[in-house]
Protein backbone atom coordinates (compact mmCIF):
# COMPACT_ATOMS: atom_id res chain seq x y z
CA UNK A 1 0.00 0.00 0.00
CA UNK A 2 1.33 3.60 -0.78
CA UNK A 3 2.31 6.05 1.86
CA UNK A 4 -1.20 8.28 0.61
CA UNK A 5 -3.36 5.40 1.12
CA UNK A 6 -1.82 4.08 4.54
CA UNK A 7 -2.09 7.32 5.24
CA UNK A 8 -5.65 7.89 4.03
CA UNK A 9 -6.85 4.78 5.62
CA UNK A 10 -5.51 5.85 9.16
CA UNK A 11 -7.21 9.32 8.88
CA UNK A 12 -10.93 7.34 7.60
CA UNK A 13 -9.97 4.95 10.95
CA UNK A 14 -9.84 7.78 13.23
CA UNK A 15 -12.66 9.73 12.34
CA UNK A 16 -14.89 6.76 12.20
CA UNK A 17 -13.57 6.11 16.03
CA UNK A 18 -13.77 10.03 16.62
CA UNK A 19 -17.16 9.77 15.42
CA UNK A 20 -18.46 6.36 17.30
CA UNK A 21 -16.67 7.75 20.70
CA UNK A 22 -19.17 11.06 19.82
CA UNK A 23 -21.95 8.87 19.91
CA UNK A 24 -21.13 6.45 22.32
CA UNK A 25 -20.93 9.72 24.10
CA UNK A 26 -24.50 10.79 24.38
CA UNK A 27 -25.61 7.65 26.44
CA UNK A 28 -28.83 5.35 25.45
CA UNK A 29 -30.10 5.97 21.96
CA UNK A 30 -33.40 4.62 22.69
CA UNK A 31 -36.18 6.51 21.11
CA UNK A 32 -37.68 9.81 22.93
CA UNK A 33 -34.35 9.85 25.33
CA UNK A 34 -31.55 12.18 26.47
CA UNK A 35 -29.29 10.35 24.50
CA UNK A 36 -31.30 10.29 21.75
CA UNK A 37 -32.05 14.27 21.87
CA UNK A 38 -28.53 14.42 22.17
CA UNK A 39 -27.38 12.49 18.95
CA UNK A 40 -29.82 14.55 16.98
CA UNK A 41 -28.43 17.84 17.77
CA UNK A 42 -25.10 16.46 17.13
CA UNK A 43 -25.75 14.65 13.70
CA UNK A 44 -27.62 18.16 13.41
CA UNK A 45 -24.35 19.92 13.62
CA UNK A 46 -22.21 17.78 11.48
CA UNK A 47 -24.64 18.53 8.69
CA UNK A 48 -24.50 22.59 8.97
CA UNK A 49 -20.88 22.14 9.26
CA UNK A 50 -21.20 20.50 5.83
CA UNK A 51 -23.34 22.97 4.39
CA UNK A 52 -26.79 21.60 4.58
CA UNK A 53 -29.92 23.11 5.77
CA UNK A 54 -31.33 21.09 8.48
CA UNK A 55 -34.55 20.60 10.19
CA UNK A 56 -36.19 18.92 12.86
CA UNK A 57 -39.54 17.49 13.74
CA UNK A 58 -41.24 16.83 17.54
CA UNK A 59 -44.02 14.93 18.28
CA UNK A 60 -45.60 13.17 21.27
CA UNK A 61 -45.15 9.27 21.31
CA UNK A 62 -46.31 6.62 24.04
CA UNK A 63 -43.17 4.37 25.36
CA UNK A 64 -43.00 1.73 27.33
CA UNK A 65 -39.82 1.42 29.54
CA UNK A 66 -38.90 -2.25 30.56
CA UNK A 67 -37.52 -1.46 34.43
CA UNK A 68 -36.72 -4.88 35.03
CA UNK A 69 -37.51 -8.47 33.44
CA UNK A 70 -36.24 -11.57 35.16
CA UNK A 71 -37.19 -15.11 35.76
CA UNK A 72 -37.25 -16.29 39.56
CA UNK A 73 -36.75 -19.77 40.82
CA UNK A 74 -36.15 -21.20 44.29
CA UNK A 75 -34.52 -17.76 44.84
CA UNK A 76 -32.40 -17.86 41.88
CA UNK A 77 -32.60 -15.05 39.72
CA UNK A 78 -32.26 -14.91 35.57
CA UNK A 79 -32.06 -11.78 33.66
CA UNK A 80 -33.81 -11.40 30.83
CA UNK A 81 -35.34 -9.47 28.13
CA UNK A 82 -39.15 -8.83 27.74
CA UNK A 83 -40.72 -9.51 24.25
CA UNK A 84 -41.84 -6.34 23.19
CA UNK A 85 -44.86 -6.65 22.04
CA UNK A 86 -45.96 -8.53 25.23
CA UNK A 87 -48.35 -6.94 27.93
CA UNK A 88 -46.47 -5.39 30.61
CA UNK A 89 -47.16 -6.68 34.25
CA UNK A 90 -47.37 -4.64 37.25
CA UNK A 91 -44.29 -4.52 39.83
CA UNK A 92 -45.40 -8.15 41.52
CA UNK A 93 -45.03 -9.72 37.98
CA UNK A 94 -46.20 -12.93 37.32
CA UNK A 95 -46.07 -15.51 39.67
CA UNK A 96 -47.29 -19.50 38.71
CA UNK A 97 -45.82 -23.06 37.71
CA UNK A 98 -43.89 -23.43 34.50
CA UNK A 99 -44.80 -25.46 31.73
CA UNK A 100 -45.30 -26.44 28.22
CA UNK A 101 -48.21 -23.71 26.20
CA UNK A 102 -51.33 -24.93 28.18
CA UNK A 103 -49.97 -26.98 30.90
CA UNK A 104 -48.61 -24.49 33.41
CA UNK A 105 -49.58 -20.58 34.16
CA UNK A 106 -46.10 -19.73 32.48
CA UNK A 107 -45.75 -21.22 29.15
CA UNK A 108 -41.88 -22.52 28.65
CA UNK A 109 -40.90 -22.19 24.78
CA UNK A 110 -37.74 -22.60 22.94
CA UNK A 111 -37.66 -20.32 19.85
CA UNK A 112 -35.62 -19.75 16.80
CA UNK A 113 -33.24 -16.71 17.01
CA UNK A 114 -35.16 -15.22 13.87
CA UNK A 115 -38.26 -15.20 15.90
CA UNK A 116 -36.51 -12.33 18.42
CA UNK A 117 -35.91 -10.16 15.58
CA UNK A 118 -38.71 -11.59 13.16
CA UNK A 119 -41.93 -12.08 15.79
CA UNK A 120 -43.54 -14.82 16.85
CA UNK A 121 -46.02 -15.10 14.71
CA UNK A 122 -43.56 -15.38 11.73
CA UNK A 123 -44.24 -18.66 10.47
CA UNK A 124 -40.01 -19.32 9.74
CA UNK A 125 -40.27 -19.40 13.67
CA UNK A 126 -40.11 -22.29 15.80
CA UNK A 127 -42.96 -24.88 15.44
CA UNK A 128 -42.65 -25.31 19.06
CA UNK A 129 -43.50 -21.34 19.49
CA UNK A 130 -46.32 -21.29 17.17
CA UNK A 131 -48.58 -22.75 19.47
CA UNK A 132 -48.79 -19.93 22.00
CA UNK A 133 -50.60 -17.53 19.03
CA UNK A 134 -54.08 -17.22 18.88
CA UNK A 135 -55.99 -18.10 21.78
CA UNK A 136 -53.38 -18.48 24.34
CA UNK A 137 -51.95 -14.70 23.72
CA UNK A 138 -52.71 -13.91 27.42
CA UNK A 139 -50.71 -16.85 28.82
CA UNK A 140 -47.15 -15.11 30.80
CA UNK A 141 -44.41 -17.13 28.58
CA UNK A 142 -40.79 -17.57 28.75
CA UNK A 143 -38.57 -18.38 26.10
CA UNK A 144 -34.97 -18.78 25.39
CA UNK A 145 -33.44 -18.26 21.83
CA UNK A 146 -31.71 -21.40 19.85
CA UNK A 147 -29.88 -21.92 16.28
CA UNK A 148 -28.64 -19.47 13.94
CA UNK A 149 -29.99 -15.88 13.82
CA UNK A 150 -30.19 -16.19 9.56
Do not use: C
Not at 23 to 28: C, K, N, Q, W
Not at 66 to 87: K, S, Y
Not at 120 to 137: E, F, K, N, T, V
Request: charged share 25%; proline share 5%; glycine share 12%.
Amino acid sequence: MSDYATAFRRDAEQQAAGRLAARDGHGVHRTATAGDDAGVRWLAAKARALGASVSTEEFALDRLDPITTFLEIGGERIEGVPVFNAPATDEAGVVGRLGAAGEGEIAVAELSARAVYTGWRDPRSSPRWRPLSGDQWHQPVVSSAAGPLA
